[in-house]
T-cell receptor
Framework: QQQVKQSPQSLIVQKGGIPIINCAYE??????FPWYQQFPGKGPALLIA?????SEKKEGRFTISFNKSAKQFSLHIMDSQPGDSATYFC????????????FGTGTKLQVIP | ETGVTQSPTHLIKTRGQQVTLRCSSQ?????VSWYQQALGQGPQFIFQ???????GRGNFPPRFSGLQFPNYSSELNVNALELDDSALYLC???????????FGPGTRLTVL
């Protein structure tokens, strides 16, 4: 059962564009929503994370928007650069107990110069 | 401070064999989680170890087992390998069970 749905599967933008990746979740017990960036041959690296009591969080060029009532959240990358080309995963976790992170299926982003 | 390391980098096995993958946690981290990432998919949670005991498990059969050692390093063992076990196996460590996980580079397992 896929509990975190992610779209699009792939995305191509020009340098300076603002790619947007969307995710939706089903389990209302999730209370922590991280985004991971993965380069080929590397493990996922935490990029930015948000809790459902906040509607937006910015860190540098990365912004998460969160809509608790719709059970949706999205990642925006401002002024995208070719170095941002990677696969991005949204994820969700329930705080407390053991830490099982449920990942989306990933979005492969290509930023062309 | 060293990050999470995994060995080997790549591994090729045949169906029915057994495999052991290893993970060294980041310094000061007492919790290790293992994930399976099939090609083109997101990582799937296998299990988590906290202070040498399994404290959570995902939807994987018992032939997937693990160990955590007193120095908090960890092993993932897979018995009776199947073709579908071909994947990138990721280890992630964290300072405690509820905090941010830091992933290693993974071990690419190919089952022929």
């Amino acid at each position: 059962q896929q509990q975190v749905k992610q779209s699009p599967q792939s995305l191509i933008v020009q340098k300076g564009g603002i790619p947007i990746i969307n995710c939706a979740y089903e389990n209302t017990a999730f209370d922590y929503f991280p985004w991971y960036q993965q380069f080929p041959g590397k493990g996922p690296a935490l990029l930015i994370a948000i809790r459902p009591d906040v509607s937006e969080k910015k860190e540098g060029r990365f912004t998460i928007s969160f809509n608790k009532s719709a059970k949706q959240f999205s990642l925006h990358i401002m002024d995208s650069q070719p170095g941002d080309s990677a696969t991005y995963f949204c994820a969700a976790r329930i705080t407390g107990g053991y830490q099982k992170v449920t990942f989306g299926t990933g979005t492969k982003l290509q930023v062309i110069p | 401070e060293t990050g999470v390391t995994q060995s080997p980098t790549h591994l090729i096995k045949t169906r029915g064999q057994q495999v052991t993958l290893r993970c060294s946690s980041q310094s000061g981290h007492n919790t290790v989680s293992w994930y399976q990432q099939a090609l083109g998919q997101g990582p799937q949670f296998i299990f988590q170890y906290y202070r040498e005991e399994e404290n959570g498990r995902g939807n994987f059969p018992p032939r997937f087992s693990g160990l955590q050692f007193p120095n908090y390093s960890s092993e993932l063992n897979v018995n009776a390998l199947e073709l579908d076990d071909s994947a990138l196996y990721l280890c992630a460590s964290s300072p405690s069970t509820g905090s941010t996980q830091y992933f290693g580079p993974g071990t690419r397992l190919t089952v022929l």
